[in-house]
């Protein structure tokens, strides 16, 4: 049984940072394909960031390129997203995604090609 655990999620100021991780179990992060999605009130979920097997580089979304940072801890089977520079647009619930196959490319930033999904956590950023 696969389990994807976020915790880190809270209320911050504008241009602070903060921390979010997802434990797995059931799955290894590093065997397949990990991402990083968020959701706004009234929006689609998003992509924000992940990686495949065997990249050597991440992907961000274009919005959080250069503020966020994932980070994968194969002994722990943890993933942490580092966020900077927060403003009241990365305001929404964060989740923790993962599939057992290395999806392609042009797959990776879409939410429908993940099979397993962490209960999110909600991350407010208030000016």
């Known amino acids: 049984q696969v389990q994807l655990v976020e915790s880190g999620g809270g209320s911050v100021q504008v241009g602070d940072s903060l921390r979010v991780s997802c434990a797995a179990s059931?799955?290894?992060?590093?065997?397949?394909?990990m991402g990083w999605f968020r959701q706004a009130p009234g929006k689609e979920r998003e992509f924000v960031a992940g990686?495949?097997?065997?990249?050597?580089?991440?992907y961000y979304a274009d919005a959080v390129k250069g503020r966020f940072t994932i980070a994968r801890d194969n002994a722990k089977n943890t993933v942490t997203l580092r966020m900077t520079s927060l403003t009241p647009e990365d305001t929404a619930v964060y989740y923790c995604?993962?599939?057992?196959?290395?999806?392609?490319?042009?797959?990776?930033?879409?939410?429908?090609?993940?099979?397993?999904w962490g209960q999110g956590t909600q991350v407010t950023v208030s000016s």
């Open positions: 059931g799955i290894t992060f590093s065997s397949g394909t």
């Open positions: 995604a993962a599939d057992n196959s290395r999806l392609t490319v042009s797959r990776v930033r879409a939410a429908e090609n993940y099979d397993y």
């Open positions: 990686f495949r097997r065997g990249d050597s580089n991440p």
